[in-house]
Structures are given as C-alpha cells and as structure tokens.
C-alpha cells in the first residue's frame, strides 16, 4: 500500500525551500509512488477549516528548482502550542493538529525550518506521537546542527554582487559605503559576504565594534591614496559596550530596524571625521531570487534524504550536513542556541589577514 | 602635427561612463593618433595644483567596457564659476580654468555630464573661448536632448532583477513590497522597471498619488486570492496635495533621504488597513555594475561620435541619439529642464492595461 | 457579449514571447473580461483532433514575465497551406483550419511569430477570412517592418557575456578566441555583441570577409603586446569569393551546421599563421533564459496594442516599433526579406572607429 | 629584513587564480611589509631572458577579487625538466630554474597549480633545494589533496546556469538538448551541474554508458508528456565497452574534440529513435568569467595560509581544505591520480533518487 505523507515549510523564506519539495516528490512520488500531501503556510494550513493542503506531483514541481521562495507559502506567525486568540487568550492546539494530521491520513510530516519550526515538529512527535523529520533551514548558517543550511550561499552570493557593484561606484566618488546584510545575532552573512567582496571593514554582532578602529582605518586608506571604504554591517552589529550611541538613534525603541545597525556606524564615523556615507540595506533581497548551484545541490540531497529516513522509518531525525556527509541527529538534540562566529574562527583571522578590520583588537 | 584633447566625467556616476572614455581613446588614439589627457574628478582636476592630469592609451582602457563607474573619478561638488572658498566667499574661477586649459596644451575638452556640467562646459566656450563638446549623462534619463542616456537600462535592469527577487519571496509571505528606486523629478526608471518587473503598483513624481487608490488594489488582489503586492515608487514621488502625511514623515526637515518616498507610502497604507509591509531602497546600486550590452554600444557611439565632431571641427555641440541615430545639437540648446513622463505616454497607458495602478484616475 | 479572441507562437522561440501572452491576457482578460484561448504548437495544435487548446487567465500567466521560451510551445514544422502528409503529398489544409478557428468560435487569432507565420496568418485572413492580428518576432532582429524584436537584446546580451568571459581567460593564455553567434543570413547579433563586448574581429554574412585582413589584424596586436584576439562569427558568415575553403570543410553537403562558419574561419586562420584557437559555439543558449528588461518593455507594449487593435476591429495589421512609438502596417505589406546590415551602417562605421576589423576594405 | 618570494599560476586558468594571488599580496607585502614578485607564464617567465618578473603591491591587486582568469599569465606548454628544444630535442633545465631563482634573491616559490604544476614545483625542491609552497589547482574538482579546488562551483554555476536556458528553450520545442561540459576523466562538474540544472541524464567518464538506457528515459518522459529530455555531457564521457561508435566519429584521429562526446552521444540515440536533438559545447565560457563567493572565499583563504607556511617555514607543502578546514599535507605525497566519481558516491545515490539517469544499472 502507498505510504502518505505531508510536508510543510516554516520561518523566514530562503532560496532552496522549493528544490527541497521538488527533491521529496519526485523521489517519494517519482520513484516510490508514495502521496505527498503540500500543506500551505506551515502548520497553520492544517489548523484552518478546510485544512489547506493539496497533491504534490513531479509535475506540479516542475521548473521548480530554481525558483526561490517556497511554493507552500509559510508564515512565522503562530505557534500551534502557544495560539493567540482574537481574545488575546492563548490556547495549546497541539492536540488539534495532530487530530487534523491523522484525519487527513498523513503518516508523518516532513518539516522544513528554522529552530522554531523544528522544535514545534518535535513537541507534536514527543507529546501527540505525530511522526515527524525535521529538515534545517535558516538563511543565516547560525544551526549547530548542520556546517550549512542551503540559501546561505545565495545570501552571501547577492550581498557580493552589491558590494562589487558598490566598489565600482564608490570609486568614483571618494566616498564610505555602508552595507548592511541579513544576520541579528550571528554574523556569518556579513563575514563571508565581506572576504568574498573585498570590503575593507566588517561588522558583526559577535564582536561590537570600537568605532575609532574603524575611522583609523579609513584614515589609514586615504593616507594612501584610497579615498573610498567599503564596510559591511550585519543587522545585528553594534558599539562595544559604553560607546555612546548617536542621538536620533537612542531615541529609538529599542527594536532592531532595517537599516539601524548601518545607520548608526554611519554617524558614529560622521561624528569623528568628515565623510560622505551612503547607506545600502539590502533587506529581502538576500532572500529572493534563485538559489546558487551549491544551494540546490545540498537542498536536493536534504530532500532526498529525507525520503530515505521516512523508509527506514527514522522519525524523530534531522538531517543535516556534517563534514561534507549528509547524516541525521535526532530532533530532541537539536540545539535551540544559535551557533556564533567565535573571535578566533579561521575566516576571522585570514580577513584580518587581508588586511580587513573588525573594529576590535585581533 | 598631433591634435590633443581633454576628457572629463562630471556630476554622479552612471553605468557607461568608461565606455565612453575607452571609445574616444580606441578612436582618437588608437585610429588617429591624437593625444588624450584625462581630467580627475572632473573641472577640479583642472584646478588643483598640480592639475591632475595623464595620458590616455588604448592600453590604460584594457578592461575598462564593462566597468562601472569612471576611471577619472567625477564630482558634482564646485561649479568653478561659483567656487565656495574655505572662508566662505564665492568666486568665479572660470578664468583661472581656461588658462589651465590653454597651459595645459589641450585643443579643447570633450565634458560627459549631465545638464550641470554641460552648462559649465558651455560658459567655458562662451565666455572663455576654450572649445568644448559635450557627451550627455543621466542615469535618469530626463534629458530633452537624446532619446535615451547610457546608464539607464542598467539601473532599469538592477531595478527589474530586484524586483523579480522580491516577487520570489512576497509570494511567499503575503506581503506588500515597497522598492524605491533613484528618480527625484522624472519617474521614469520607475516606470520601466515597474513594466519590465510586473509590479501591482508604481508612484511616480509626476503622478502625485492617493494613497486610497493603492490601497484598494491591495485589496482587490486580497479578493482574488493574491496576498502580496509589489510596489515600485521613485525617490521623489509624493501624495497628492492636501494629503496628510504620516507623522514621523511630516517632522523631518523637509529633505528627499533614502528611503523616504518608500516609508511615506507604507505608513500611508498602514493607516488605511492592516498590512506586513517592507521596505527595499536600491540606492547606490543602481549606479554601480556593469553597463548592459544597450548601454555599452550606447557610450561607444557617443564617443566615437565626439571624436569625429572635433575632427570635423564641431565645438559647442553636444552629441545625442535622435530617432535611433546619432546626431548633435548646439550646446546653447540644451535644455535645462528635465523631461518628465507624461501623464498620457504611452507606457503609462500601456501599464494601465495589463493592470498597473499609479494611484491617479487614468 | 464577450469577445473570444486565439493566441499562438510560431517559429523558433525567443525570449519576450511569454511576456507578449501575459500582456494580452492582463489586458484582454484582466481588464476587458474577453476569453482569451491559448493554441499549443503554433497553427498545428488547431489542426489536431482534438484541438490543443486551453483557457488562459491572469492566473495561469503568473510568473510569466520574466521567463524565457513560450508557454504556448512552438514549432516550425507543418506550414498548413502545404502539409506534407505520411505517404509524402502536399496539401492545403487552410480550409479545414480556418473551420477550426471558426468551430471553437473565435473570432479571431493574434499570431506572434517570424516572416513565415505572419504570412500564413495573411493568408488565412485574404483566402478564409479569418481575422488576424500579427505581432513580429525574430530574436535576429532583421525584420523591415519594426525598430526592434523582441529577444535581440537578451541574445545580445548572453552574447556579450560569453565574450566579457572569454576576454578573461583568452586574457590569461595567449589565444585566439572565436565565438559564433546566431545570424545565418544577417549580422546584427554579432554586431551589437562585438561592440558591446569589445572584439577585436566580426565576421557577417552581409560582409564576406577577406582572412588575410583577419591575420593582419592578429599579427598587429602581437606586435604591440596583445597576445590575444576576440573574434565573434554570425553563423552564416563567408570567406569572400574565391577563397578557397579548408578540405574538411569543403567535403561537407554545404549545410549551415553550429559551429561551421567559427571552425572554417580558425582553420583559415591556421593556414596563415601560427595560433592556438578556440572555438565556442553557443547555439540555443542564445535563446533560453530571462528577457531583459528592454526586450519585457518591448513585448508588454506589443502584446497591450495588440488587443487594442482587436478593439478598433484593426484586424489585418502587424505592430511594430516605428522610430520609438508603437504602430502597425498591413500584415500584406510585411516584407518577406529580412533587414540585412548595410557596409556603411553607422554602427558598423563606429565600430571600426574604435579598432574592430571586419576583414573587407572600409 | 624583509623577506622576498615569487609567485606563479601554471596550468589552465581557473576562476579564482587572482584571489589567490590578491590574498598572497595583501598578507605577504601589505601586512608583513614582505616582497613579492610575480613571475609570468609559469616557470617560463624564469627561464626567458630576461625573466619576465614584476613587484606585485596592494595597488596593483585593485580590482582583482573578482576577475576571473590570472594577472601572471599561465600556461601548460614546456616542462622545465623537460624541455622541448628548437631541434626537437629534449633538455633537463632544472638547474638553469633554480639558478634564476638564487639569481632573483628569491628565497622560495609559492606555485599555484594542478599535479603536473606542483610536480614541478616539488622536483625543484627535491632536487635543486628550491623552498616551495604549493596552491592546488583544477577546475575539475579531481585533487585527492583537497575537498574542493577554488574555480569548480564557478564552472558548475556557468554549466547550471547554461542548463537553466536550455530547459526553457527545450520545454518550447520538443527536443533533446545535450550539454557538454569539462570533465576528461572526472565526471564532478558534469554531476553537480547536472543535480543543480535539474538534468534529465547525466555522462560521465566514469560511468561508461549504455545508449539504450537513455533512449529509454527519453521514450518514458514522452510516454508522460514531457517531449524534451535534458542530457549532461562530460567531455570524458564514453559508450560502455563493445558499443559501436556512429561511424563520422569512429573515422576521428581517437583525439578527445570538444563537442565529441555529446555529438557521439546525439548520433547514438538518433540511431535508435527519432529525435530532434541539438548539442551546446560550454567549452572555455566554464573558464572565464567572475568566480563565486564560495570560490573567493576559498582562494582568499588559500592565498593567506600560503602565506602563514612561508613564515612558518613551512615550505615543501601543499595548502589544501580538509574536512572544511584550510591544512596542508607534504607535497611529496601529493596524489598523481585524479580523484574520480565512485559509482557508489551519494550525490550518484542522490541524483537518482530524484530521477535522473546515468545509463548504467544502478
């Protein structure tokens, strides 16, 4: 008897989403002859009435491998075990979705996402005995689970292409060009995209910045001869500790906005030396467009992979990427802390060894 | 005996710039063995003491047709017929700038620039006697004088790939996607890129717009089963008159900044429904990249073309593309005023048929 | 009542025609509340039993702009006023598909395509009665009737690509490199890519060429240090008369075969001097992928005009683009030569100004 | 005092040379204040008299990051232990190298290049006592020192990106399309470009094939409406043993030509079905052209550990990346043979997995 099962993608979109489907259905659908059932918007397509879900076929994936974005929709709005109610109440519907998953006839559920979606996966294995395989995805590299999550590399291939577009531009002009890319705690983003476009200067939040290094620094280029600066800045940079931020942006709530972290170096420097700054966020574009090459290959090996823990029925997994070998850990052992660039990692001293500046001491 | 001749790029930097300068090197140089002498950092290398100057050769423009930018810098700071001096003063020093000229041995100068530095150009033939032809340059393509100015399908095509990005992932999410691209008095790097890149919506400078008109299309979408919306709106477009702004916007200072046309909409239709919306501002990377293949064989022909005028003895005209060929016209006759999109041309019209909403009754 | 209008595709495809569907779909469809009926394989699928058609909505052209090829699929086999039949009789079938088109009721058909399908679409018209409505296509650009086509600029454009690439490696390895582009009986691909991606040599069908002055051409820049030597050959591109060809060639049925007009000329260049050549063929890679944002524009306003023209019952007329402005010509007067380039066309002047070498005299 | 090395590319150019090179530069002469000297066209530049060297400084690396091919030149003519005389006959000038190399004060060689490169570079070590660091080098990904060589994911972006125009082109058109890529023994670019393009067959060297297998899958996708089939070619790729060659190729010299082996494999299978097939020879366009991200990353961290082993004094070793970290093993024991697909390998696994066929039982 064919096997049923149902797939869903959760969190932010990422190139690759969809080269993931298209892998689980045309190996589970194309080569098995299983059902794979697309649910729409996460887990919130199974909690609405009528559930929204329909029949994926290698037909109805077709030219999907390079498309970004993810043709099942997905929203990073509403925790199935912590649902806000239009009251403002919030109820557990745990129970209700795994009711509606085995109405439905789904064996289990392949489950494509970040640390959140994975941990509300294995909260429905654990305590509604829902089968489930987790499948990691997170645009920002930052898993310890896996060396790369797919849509990465595509991340950083769109933040090279503007740095390199910047470099020429700024050229011209004698000016400080700031780019701020995608990555609130973890800077891997910021650093790959940095060494891979010759940015001079780097900031991430694993390492707030001394914002006199980097004027020194900008000194130092003009002193001889260089009259521009490329920096690159991830969302999540900031000051070292005492650094008194510029006052427009104190004034703030708080809350990590586009352009905040690029904003705010940007007058930091303007209030220790004359520049002329610009200021590039580069926002969603890191998330759309087509995955790179190497993303569509380590999405269709996850996608596969997946298949094959569902037929040698290893629920409870997530299939990773570990040394170059695609492998599995269970779902429980999944780390819900982000991994960080550590100070001394590798890149970090071959930038500084390229002469690029992280605004701290080495 | 050999003729020698000045080259200068002024005013912001526009992808093509160098195409131009490698054409009137490979022909002036390479075919007819005249000497070239780059001018940095436009009129001001004249200035400087000593005046940046060097040889061009065929050799110095290896490379150079698919570089952005301008290998001999630009500026659009100092008019030298109204220079700012360090105490305050304003002086004319156009004088000064035709005996450099003259010292300098240089026949005449061939300016690429927009309408600032065409009148520069112009007043130094006039009133100064130095032989001048202008080359014309916009990224904005608002010139009466040439069909069309290199530089500008480039940024349409870094607008147009954006947009195709963002389409990727609103689709994902339903959201509303608000892109500001470059264009403070002329829409029409908005207009192209909206078609070229099938936005739902595009507000243009000229079409000053009701924000309820974008917000009932999003809402029209919403009937039909489309969540996201994608809206392209020009730096300089604006809400009609007697429209409140949003308050944040309405406390700034009165400036055009990065981001602010964009916010302005968002913020309008965040008032008038409930909407995730986000922000993308191209800014500089409009500017930078490789020039389109349109846009090479453009800046080729207007510098091929302005080494045959000097040949032909044709100072004070300015090179141009008029129906498809390239003419000139005299100097005095360029218009200063930009040329604006018609609220009935023809693209516009034909944007309203496939659907396309400006936020104005048609 | 509603109109209910068919759309086809005929001949090679080219990037732009999805984009022409979509604009008639938004426009017809989206906003006019029309029916517009999709034919597949151009004439061939009215011809089938049972006919190949489907309904096409906004809906099924989303995504549709920025992809390259046809949904319609295409075909340039079956002219149906002379079907080959199995057994190898020819007959004219104009009668039976002028039944069909009036069978499924529509009342008449938009035919994108070549010289070759606008006239099957006029004689449909002129001896059934069919009303028709053309819209030209040739990624070769050498049609009379219009400025441009659509699809020229995107294969310039992959064209010019591949020669910024192999600048690069020829750059690194002392070569002559030749690259052959499409255009078997005009030159305007490898023209407008010669210039924009800066070769040293270009061969056209419209010039045949002399290969002494191509061995000159090598030997000039070995001289001055130029290792290297870029050359683009149109497909249909010949030695002059009387030259003899190379035995390997020769031998050959005098079929036009990919690649034949880039290896006759390196073999003749062999013949006359020491080299290490490469030859690179790029084939229908020329023809896949993304329209550019200029050749979007171009088929969104063909498409939109083409249903305008249904509107004013403008039956019988091809639009075009007439020295920037959208117009249309009776479909009788389109010209059945194609547009070649003339020697003394000023972009072929231009390029010669800036050092390319054609191999004939100027 | 500072210490003085020179540096060289040898071999075919890869995307990525010039990061190294740039990354060597900037460690070596703009941090340790170190000399560098580059040496043109390989060892060649050291026996040419005089050498062709030249200073390699910060300055003259602008730009570099994202150039493809090499600023030193390269080639694979002329070993220097064997070296191919006027007369014909064959000389040893190891000594006379490493004599230049004393002469030039340069205290050792950093060599970038493939195994006959660095088997050069170690003889000249071994046996002249010339210190020597080694760079690995192959765009064909086929090193056992190495997870991956810098160049390779450029070569399977060009590759993929060739295979997503095809796809278009082919799904208008009912056809075969071949696509021939690099690969002589090793099938790596052919099986990642053909996972990441979504191929329908793949050929590789490795795997000699079985015609019938792929005119199989052909007649399958037809059966299921899908009239084009996408096939993979690497140049390497062969019939399996006892599998009569179409007789135009079975009359060749034996010579590997490029386009051979997807013609072979075109003529093939139109002896057993009808087809409409059409072959794309990529050729040099995999070599040129910007590398990625991931091949910048790579080359910069390449250049920089280089440069840590000279200082270390850690000369007789080849620089390599190990389980995704950069080490080095001793150059003595760098692998002769290339690394080839196992049959067995997971992406072969993976490929299948998801439909695509190889022409051999799995």
């Known amino acids: 008897m064919s096997r049923r099962i149902g797939i869903l993608t959760g969190g932010g979109d990422a190139p690759g989403l969809n080269a993931v489907i298209r892998a689980v259905v045309k190996h589970a659908v194309g080569q098995k002859r299983w059902q794979v059932i697309g649910i729409e918007d996460a887990f919130n397509g199974l909690l609405q009435t009528p559930p929204r879900l329909f029949d994926l076929t290698p037909r109805s994936c077709q030219g999907l491998l390079h498309r970004g974005g ?21 109820v557990d519907r ?18 494509i996402g970040g640390d959140g979606t994975q941990d509300i996966g294995w909260r429905l294995m654990r305590d509604h005995g829902i089968p489930v ?20 590399w595509s991340a950083v291939e769109v933040a090279t ?41 780097i900031a991430i939040p694993e390492l707030p910045y001394d914002p006199d290094r980097f004027a020194d620094k900008i000194r130092m280029r003009r002193a001889r001869g260089r009259h521009f600066t490329l920096i690159v800045v991830a969302e999540g940079a900031r000051p070292k500790v005492g650094e008194r931020l510029p006052s427009e942006v104190a004034h703030g709530q708080g809350n990590i906005q586009a352009g ?34 190497f993303d569509r290959v380590l999405a269709t090996r996850f996608g596969s992979a997946a298949v094959d823990l569902v ?33 001394d990692h590798e890149l970090i001293q071959t930038a500084r060894s390229v002469g690029i500046e992280f605004g701290t001491a080495s």
């Open 94 to 111: 745990g129970a209700e979705l795994a009711a509606r998953v085995r109405e439905e006839g789904l064996e289990g559920l392949i489950v």
């Open 260 to 293: 905040g972290a690029a904003q705010t170096l940007a007058r930091l420097l303007a209030e220790r030396m004359p520049i002329e700054s610009r200021v590039t966020v580069l926002g969603h574009l890191q998330r759309g467009g087509s995955p790179t090459p």
């Open 133 to 152: 395989i987790g499948v990691p995805k997170t645009i920002d590299n930052d898993l310890e689970s896996t060396d790369f999550t797919f849509g990465f």
């Open 161 to 201: 292409e503007a740095l390199d577009r910047l470099h020429t531009t700024a050229e011209s002009h004698d000016r400080v060009m700031l780019l701020e890319v995608m990555g609130r705690t973890a800077g891997w983003i910021a650093l790959y995209a940095g060494v891979a476009g010759g940015a001079d200067c």
């Open 70 to 90: 993810t043709m099942l929709g997905t929203t990073n709005r509403g925790n199935p075990f912590a649902w806000k109610m239009p009251d403002g109440t919030v």
């Open 311 to 343: 037929e040698q029925d290893g629920w409870g997994n997530l299939v990773r990427l570990d040394n170059g070998s695609i492998t599995h850990i269970p779902l429980e052992q999944v780390a819900g802390a982000p991994r960080h660039v550590s100070p």
